[in-house]
């Protein structure tokens, strides 16, 4: 077997070492009634490297990868071109078949890109600083209801309606456990947002909005977070597309007290959900409370400048069941993936993917809004926007999807028993999507609307 | 800010020993690197884009007018810093990793490249099911190995790491017990578990009680049993144990935590010692979480991402999370979402991720699983316990083993700081096994034995490598026995020497700021 380096010869020997008969003299500790003594049935014997790619390749082609279509998904997770310098990067031994830097003398490497990471993230959101990733922006989302909770100690959360509807039933799940009091609405096929109408009180530990929301759009949040902070209350912003913060004021900026999300955009691929990102930042006064490890500057013993992981009293593995979460392992590569792939960009080539995005999003939604039976329904937008259709939009992105197009995502895929939603279709369009692909959606979409 | 034209410097230079007194800083192939932020600037980038059409905006009047402080490089630039860096990390393409408890073996580079097969990387997880057929196929094939190797009745795919199972699995055993009208308020937790499951038990709204260990570092039978009763909804043991043994009386306890109403969780961390040779579902166990980054080999990436899904009992897999992949008659693959749980899945505990777990760690897995097959995986087992034990009697007359008398370990040996001479501690021991060219083991864990060292070699290492460790861990052991104040002072060789982490806690500083914003909030 090819990843097993022993001979017979070897394994005679360290026997001998050991003062062992047999391999299953080492077992001995086993009972006999759970002792496998013949084959598992029905599973196969090994494989050769070659036989194993093909078996995997024939799944592979089974599925439509977006690269071969017109694509237009978006809803949490969107498809941008990453420089070919990121996977190279990634793919580094030092960095992929290292552990999580708990020897600092010999993980520099991992470390100072973590802290790296860690100040993009904080400058991204506008906040003052950010842990060194989550497992996404759905669970790193419930982390900041929690975060919430022991910061302000009080328990009623207020969703947003335009909160990724994964990310409301993440946190519907968790707090059917914590007891935790979640108000939330689906949202409707309008141009404007619940956010003036959220009643906030001084019960409320926190308020969550989407920036852009589920159906793409985008509201000043301002006036929220005045509000917020008069009640006693933390602004929590969601945000499911980094990119769009190149274009964006910043959720720090308006005043978010925490600002989480899906880094998925920026270096890490579709990958068909996972794994992903999640980013997680906020002011400094709350640092205390943040889950997740943190890594922080110090000096060796020579007065040399190196890297850490620190306050890790809020964690597991010294907390225990008072940690500030149960988190452990996270995300390193992917957020290694994230932080090339803006240094790549820099502020500049951020800006510039953004204001491409942007402009492409535009001409793809006046064009579609011109289809017979479309209606666009949003004013404000960045690269994903939501069109009414004249029909129940489920049926016609399957029907695309025999034409080999993926048009977009269904709302009434989302929001199943919603009524009226499913006439919603979110579309999204970057860098990636060329005029040729939004003129075959167009005429497609005339076609099946007819 | 631009590097020093004189030379960048790491650090104070005046405080800097003779080996680091070259103009940079540098020692020939051991490369100093500034921070992204000293080197690079925000109108510097490393990627082409077309030029944006332009029209009128519908950002809704919030353009960003500030400036974000994004430093950019050029794509030479980029490839050199990151290169740079990763090679101030330790890895185990480079030698030996031998963390107890955590399963660094070789990650075969078949995985890498199935997994950016574009028909797996390009795909977005809300495609119409007809177009991801191969992919769910993947997730539901990977499942019938996990149900086959560990004998139980399902799996739930979707949890994101170890403790994220945890997680599940807790909440599996709480939504069963609040079905029978029984919510329960205690799990009990012994005394060597990973610091995971008491703070995921606290996740999850329970109460955690210790149990003890034996002297023989075993869960304590009788004082687990004293404590079962109506309020404990159940225990969380992992097996083998953190001390690197198996729990011989696991099909007892299964029996009184069941009799006593309860359910019993088995942190999976270290299935790497059992698989292919044990069956979990055999031991009367009703949920454990399966780490694919430990046991089935996906790269631990510095930190993650893992994966971990959880196989479950009969008596827990109806409640067991949202989405899943089901195997229709016809061949066809369907998803049960919220949309047909009710039909479906009806006493399904809900959702706890966005979309459908880490895809990208299951096309890994089975890569991996493929590979091995079912014989290959059983000898993963015992070359697993074959390497501990190895390195379990060639060191034991040279550090105390204290369990080392009981009989052989599993896949990994625990040993104590016993004997050592002066104020020598683990900590030093392990920090000079960096200096001679290894990732130290585990240390300080279990809290059970003082000192702890947890060595778990994995099947991946030859005898070579092996006897190699062993050479370098006797060469150190014998110092320390000795006292040798040397030890205090390593590592001498490693790109740093070691950190200051009692300045990083007291005063953090965990983003950069330009020189000039840090004097101003001093």
Not at chain 1, 148 to 153: C, Q
Not at chain 1, 377 to 390: A, H, K, Q, V, Y
Not at chain 2, 235 to 257: H, K, Q, W
Request: glycine share 10%; proline share 6%.
């Amino acid at each position: 077997m090819r990843y097993l380096p022993l001979s017979d010869a070897d394994r005679s020997e360290m026997l001998r070492v050991i003062g062992a008969n047999s391999v299953d003299d080492l077992f001995v500790d086993v009972p006999e009634a759970a002792k496998l003594t013949g084959k598992i049935e029905d599973l196969p014997d090994h494989a050769s490297e070659l036989s194993v790619e093909r078996q995997l390749g024939a799944l592979a082609r089974r599925n439509i990868a977006a690269g071969e279509v017109p694509f237009f998904l978006g809803c949490g997770a969107y498809r941008h071109h990453i420089p070919a310098s990121v996977d190279h990067i990634i793919q580094r031994g030092e960095f992929l078949t290292s552990y999580t830097p708990y020897q600092p003398e010999i993980a520099q490497g991992t470390l100072q890109a973590l802290f790296e990471f860690q100040t993009q993230v904080a400058r991204l959101y506008g906040c003052d600083v950010a842990n060194s990733s989550m497992y996404d922006g759905s669970t790193a989302c419930w982390e900041a209801i929690a975060m919430a909770g022991r910061v302000t100690r009080r328990n009623k959360a207020l969703l947003s309606s335009g909160l990724h509807p994964h990310y409301v039933s993440l946190a519907k799940t968790m707090a059917k456990f914590t007891g935790d009091d979640l108000v939330h609405q689906a949202p409707t096929l309008e141009a404007g947002t619940d956010i003036d109408a959220l009643q906030i009180d001084g019960e409320t530990s926190c308020v969550v909005v989407q920036y852009p929301d589920i159906l793409g759009r985008i509201a000043d949040l301002s006036g929220l977070a005045a509000r917020c902070q008069a009640a006693g209350a933390l602004l929590v912003v969601v945000n499911t597309e980094p990119v769009a913060l190149g274009a964006i004021k910043a959720p720090g900026e308006m005043g978010a007290d925490i600002v989480v999300g899906e880094g998925q955009s920026i270096g890490v691929g579709l990958q068909f959900g996972g794994p992903y990102c999640g980013l997680f930042a906020t002011r400094d006064k709350y640092v205390r409370q943040l889950p997740g490890r943190l890594v922080g500057e110090t000096v060796d013993a020579e007065g040399k400048r190196g890297f850490v992981l620190t306050l890790s009293t809020r964690e597991q593995h010294i907390r225990r069941e008072k940690a500030t979460s149960n988190i452990c392992t996270s995300s390193v590569l992917c957020a290694l993936a994230w932080t090339a792939h803006m240094t790549l960009l820099g502020e500049k080539g951020l800006r510039q993917l953004a204001a491409l995005n942007h402009a492409k999003a535009v001409a793809a939604a006046d064009r579609l809004a011109k289809v017979p039976g479309v209606e666009l329904i949003n004013d404000s937008f960045f690269n994903e926007f939501t069109l009414r259709l004249s029909k129940p939009s489920r049926q016609i992105v399957r029907d695309l999807a025999d034409r080999r197009i993926l048009a977009g995502v269904s709302l009434g895929r989302l929001y199943p028993d919603d009524g009226d939603i499913e006439h919603g279709l979110v579309v999204a369009v970057t860098e990636t999507t060329t005029e040729e692909d939004v003129e075959t959606l167009a005429s497609a979409l005339q076609e099946v609307l007819a | 800010m631009t590097i020093n034209q004189s030379g960048w410097r790491p650090g104070t230079p005046e405080a800097s020993g003779e080996s680091t007194d070259t103009f940079t800083g540098n020692r020939a192939l051991m490369l100093e690197e500034p921070l992204l932020f000293e080197i690079g600037d925000t109108q510097t980038t490393g990627v082409d884009f077309a030029e944006a059409p332009a029209g009128p905006s519908r950002l809704g009047g919030l353009e960003r007018n500030r400036d974000i402080g994004l430093a950019g490089l050029s794509e030479p630039e980029t490839v050199r810093h990151y290169t740079r860096l990763s090679r101030q990390n330790y890895a185990i393409d480079l030698g030996v990793f031998p963390l107890g408890s955590c399963t660094m073996k070789h990650n075969p580079r078949l995985n890498e490249k199935v997994a950016r097969m574009p028909g797996f990387a390009d795909i977005h997880p809300l495609q119409p099911v007809d177009t991801v057929q191969g992919a769910l196929a993947v997730i539901q094939n990977l499942a019938v190995w996990l149900i086959k190797l560990t004998g139980m009745h399902g799996v739930a795919m979707s949890p994101k790491a170890g403790a994220h199972g945890e997680l599940c699995g807790l909440l599996c055993i709480r939504s069963a017990l609040e079905a029978r009208g029984d919510p329960r308020e205690v799990i009990l937790v012994p005394e060597s578990a990973h610091g995971t499951n008491p703070a995921t038990a606290a996740f999850a709204g329970y109460r955690v009680e210790n149990i003890p260990a034996t002297e023989a570092g075993r869960v304590d039978v009788a004082a687990l049993k004293a404590r079962l009763g109506a309020d404990v909804a159940g225990v969380m043991i992992t097996n083998p144990n953190t001390c690197g043994l198996f729990e011989p009386d696991m099909i007892e306890i299964s029996e009184a935590v069941h009799a006593a109403g309860g359910f019993v969780y088995c942190d999976g961390a270290n299935f790497n010692a059992i698989v292919g040779r044990v069956r979990p579902g055999d031991l009367g166990i009703d949920a454990m979480h399966i780490n694919l980054h430990k046991t089935f080999s996906t790269p631990h990436g510095g930190g993650g991402p893992g994966s971990g899904p959880v196989v479950l009992s009969e008596a827990l897999a109806p409640y067991g999370p949202l989405p899943f992949v089901a195997l229709q008659p016809d061949g066809h693959y369907a998803l049960v979402e919220e949309e047909n749980a009710p039909e479906l899945h009806p006493h399904g505990f809900g959702r706890m991720t966005a979309f459908h777990g880490q895809m990208g760690m299951f096309t890994r897995a089975l890569s991996y699983i493929l590979s091995h097959g079912a014989d290959g995986l059983r000898q993963v087992a015992e070359d697993a316990v074959l390497n501990a034990n190895y390195v379990l009697r060639s060191m034991e007359d040279l550090l105390d083993a204290p369990f080392g008398a009981s009989g052989p370990c599993m896949h990994e040996a625990l040993f104590s700081d016993r004997g050592f001479g002066g104020d020598i501690s683990t900590l030093d021991l392990a920090k000079a096994l960096i200096d001679e060219g290894f990732h130290p083991m585990t240390m300080y864990f279990p809290l059970v034995v003082h000192g702890a060292m947890l060595i778990e070699p994995t099947e991946t290492e030859s005898k070579a490598t092996l006897d190699q460790f062993i050479g370098a861990l006797r060469s150190v052991a014998k110092r320390a026995k000795a006292g040798d104040q040397s030890l205090k002072a390593a590592p001498v060789h490693a790109p740093r020497r070691r950190l200051d982490e009692t300045l990083a806690a007291r005063k953090p500083v965990l983003v950069y700021r330009e020189p000039e914003q840090a004097e101003a909030a001093e």
